[in-house]
């Protein structure tokens, strides 16, 4: 009775000699089907392309297998693979805690960072903290909740309405951007921004040597005699 004992399976294709049938779907290096052949004359025709054999289909039968440079197939995969990470959107909720009394610099203060998050396209959870008496005035942090999201309407909207946890009221904003937007607005922002950094070191010596070259043909003013 066989028994798996552990140990990790690979999840890389069969290439080369390590294909173990006597016949497969060849598959050529543009696409093209070339049809069923003895596994011999597939790596002969590797080897003349000076490419690899690589079992794409195992399950089919017989088997499909491809000539490819495998090597360069494989970087171009953890490539692809690394951009799609790099690009993949991750939901995230920043928080930001106000008093429901805050002063009026302290309050444009923190707008100011909702206002960010939600530019980044990130959810804002907005959490209003009641100490003393100031729990028996919940209306005041309703309001404050309120003005708020009027404030930054055109950038987010209320996912969550205010509600009382305790001693705290809570409301959800989120982003009408979405975050791939977001990333992709921010990137085209920097790079647009590199460029023109880029531009104003090229034109400055240009600048220079016109002004220097204005100055050389400009006439000198000679004292004019009593």
Same mark, same amino acid.
């Given at each position: 009775?066989?028994?798996?004992?552990?140990?990790?399976?690979?999840?890389?294709?069969?290439?080369?000699?390590?294909?173990?049938?006597?016949?497969?779907?060849?598959?050529?290096?543009?696409?093209?089907?070339?049809?069923?052949?003895?596994?011999?004359?597939?790596?002969?025709?590797?080897?003349?392309?000076?490419?690899?054999?690589?079992?794409?289909?195992?399950?089919?039968?017989?088997?499909?297998?491809?000539? *490819?440079?495998? /090597?360069?197939? @494989?970087?171009?995969?953890?490539?692809? #693979?690394?951009?799609?990470?790099?690009?993949? %959107?991750?939901?995230?909720?920043?928080?930001?805690?106000?008093?429901?009394?805050?002063?009026?610099?302290?309050?444009?203060?923190?707008?100011?960072?909702?206002?960010?998050?939600?530019?980044?396209?990130?959810?804002?959870?907005?959490?209003?903290?009641?100490?003393?008496?100031?729990?028996?005035?919940?209306?005041?942090?309703?309001?404050?909740?309120?003005?708020?999201?009027?404030?930054?309407?055109?950038?987010g909207f209320i996912e969550s309405n205010p509600k009382q946890d305790?001693?705290?009221?809570? *409301?959800?904003? /989120?982003?009408? @951007?979405?975050?791939?937007?977001?990333? #992709?607005?921010?990137?085209?922002?920097?790079? %647009?921004?590199?460029?023109?950094?880029?531009?104003a070191h090229a034109d400055a010596p240009a600048e220079a040597e016109?002004?220097?070259?204005?100055?050389?043909?400009?006439?000198?003013?000679?004292?004019?005699?009593?």
């Amino acid at each position: 009775m066989w028994c798996y004992r552990g140990g990790s399976i690979s999840a890389e294709p069969r290439i080369n000699d390590r294909i173990r049938v006597p016949e497969v779907r060849l598959v050529g290096p543009s696409g093209e089907q070339v049809g069923i052949v003895p596994l011999a004359k597939a790596l002969e025709l590797a080897q003349e392309y000076d490419l690899d054999l690589v079992e794409v289909a195992a399950t089919a039968r017989p088997p499909v297998c491809k000539l *490819m440079d495998y /090597g360069k197939f @494989k970087y171009e995969s953890a490539m692809k #693979a690394r951009e799609a990470r790099k690009n993949q %959107a991750h939901t995230v909720i920043k928080e930001m805690k106000l008093r429901p009394k805050i002063d009026p610099h302290d309050y444009d203060t923190k707008k100011g960072h909702v206002v960010r998050f939600l530019k980044q396209g990130d959810k804002v959870k907005i959490t209003i903290m009641f100490r003393g008496r100031e729990q028996s005035r919940p209306e005041l942090g309703f309001r404050l909740l309120q003005r708020l999201a009027s404030d930054v309407e055109d950038l987010g909207f209320i996912e969550s309405n205010p509600k009382q946890d305790g001693r705290n009221m809570i *409301m959800v904003l /989120g982003p009408h @951007k979405k975050k791939t937007e977001a990333m #992709a607005e921010a990137r085209e922002a920097q790079a %647009a921004r590199k460029a023109g950094s880029a531009k104003a070191h090229a034109d400055a010596p240009a600048e220079a040597e016109a002004e220097a070259e204005a100055e050389a043909e400009s006439p000198t003013e000679t004292p004019s005699e009593a």
